[in-house]
């Protein structure tokens, strides 16, 4: 028999879920101290008699001193009235390590090929519902600490753990390339499906972290598989590369053109005629690229026509286009045949229609060119 009255604490560490006090079969007045997140369950014949909260509290039991003494003589000096005190720690006990105790296999969903897959990570646990947590799973043992809590649920851990990562990979279409950017979801939603679970033993899953996919690096399909996916990023990367680089030398031409459209705006400004100017002179120029200067002159280009050119230039062309008429005009040059005339005619059309010549001019010269001939 213990003596009149003793303290009954918790004497354990932040790793144990449950701890039973070594003091059994205590007297009447014994004070249990239970601090801020703990309970201790006492235990009386056997049975779960009361829960305890943070506090001090004075236990009652059957076992009397004095009297007890003559109670125990008829037991062998054992006490009938057996009384225990278990204490359950309820902090949140982080960094538990898990891991697949063999390979997860599916069928990866994005490109539809058998994989193998193993997993880890790691966890926290919190005791919620203290009596179902002891009379599920401690029963009569003195102590539950982290690694015997997870020796009881690693079969069962494995079993629900497998099913979900597969479950889950399909259901949210990852990309087994992928996965390391959806491992927060990943983890979330599988420790949403192993809640339930462990709340039957009366324990809380607190956090659930995957934070490792061991994937079949150097299996030959995963590989071929990887190339693929790898490869077509890789190709829309270069195209986009290339369409930036086409659009580049796109402005650089524009701005090229602009420059030099400045520049022979300039330019013209400075000699004194306009850009319709100078094309009624481009116009003149092939004109005569294609006819002699005589036959050219035979069409009868007039001065003022040319003089409109502008500057030195309309001034030059002008003149020689002057002598050009004049040399038309005197009877030693005519027309050896119809299709000659039917040039010269063309000629003056493409030039009236150039802006060279106007509909007054084109009719005189036109006149002037017909009385050549006769």
């Not at 607190?206 to 693929?228: A, C, H, S």
């Not at 990367?237 to 680089?245: C, D, H, N």
């Not at 009624?280 to 280009?301: C, H, I, L, P, Y």
Request: net charge negative.
């Amino acid at each position: 028999m213990s003596q009149i009255a003793e303290v009954i604490k918790y004497e354990g560490d932040n790793s144990t879920f449950i701890w039973k006090h070594p003091c059994e079969d205590f007297n009447s007045l014994t004070q249990l101290v239970v601090h801020e997140s703990q309970e201790a369950i006492f235990f009386m014949n056997g049975q779960a008699l009361d829960l305890f909260g943070a506090g001090r509290y004075t236990l009652e039991t059957q076992n009397i001193p004095k009297i007890g003494k003559f109670l125990n003589r008829t037991t062998g000096d054992e006490t009938p009235f057996h009384a225990e005190v278990y204490f359950i720690n309820k902090t949140e006990q982080m960094a538990i390590k898990w891991g697949t105790d063999s390979k997860v296999q599916y069928i990866e969903p994005t490109y539809g090929f058998p994989i193998s897959i193993g997993a880890s990570g790691e966890m926290s646990l919190r005791a919620e519902d203290s009596r179902k947590l002891l009379l599920k799973l401690v029963g009569t043992e003195n102590f539950l600490g982290q690694q015997k809590l997870v020796g009881f649920f690693r079969s069962f851990l494995m079993a629900r753990v497998k099913t979900y990562i597969a479950q889950v990979m399909k259901a949210n279409a990852i990309n087994i390339f992928e996965i390391d950017e959806s491992l927060t979801m990943f983890s979330a939603a599988i420790k949403n499906l192993l809640v339930t679970d462990f709340a039957e033993y009366g324990i809380s899953l607190e956090q659930f972290f995957v934070t490792n996919i061991v994937k079949p690096d150097g299996d030959r399909q995963y590989e071929k598989f990887k190339e693929l996916h790898f490869r077509q990023y890789a190709d829309i990367a270069e195209a986009k590369l290339r369409q930036q680089t086409d659009l580049i030398y796109a402005q650089t031409e524009a701005q090229k053109v602009v420059i030099d459209s400045q520049a022979q705006a300039t330019k013209r400004a400075q000699e004194g005629y306009t850009y319709q100017q100078e094309r009624g002179f481009d116009v003149a120029t092939e004109v005569a690229r294609n006819e002699s200067v005589g036959q050219f002159t035979n069409m009868g280009v007039g001065f003022g026509t040319m003089a409109g050119v502008g500057g030195a230039v309309g001034g030059m062309v002008g003149a020689q286009m002057q002598d050009a008429v004049t040399s038309a005009q005197t009877p030693t040059q005519k027309p050896d045949d119809m299709e000659a005339f039917k040039a010269k005619i063309e000629k003056l059309t493409m030039m009236k229609e150039a802006g060279l010549l106007t509909e007054e001019e084109f009719n005189s010269m036109k006149a002037q060119l017909l009385a050549s001939i006769l």
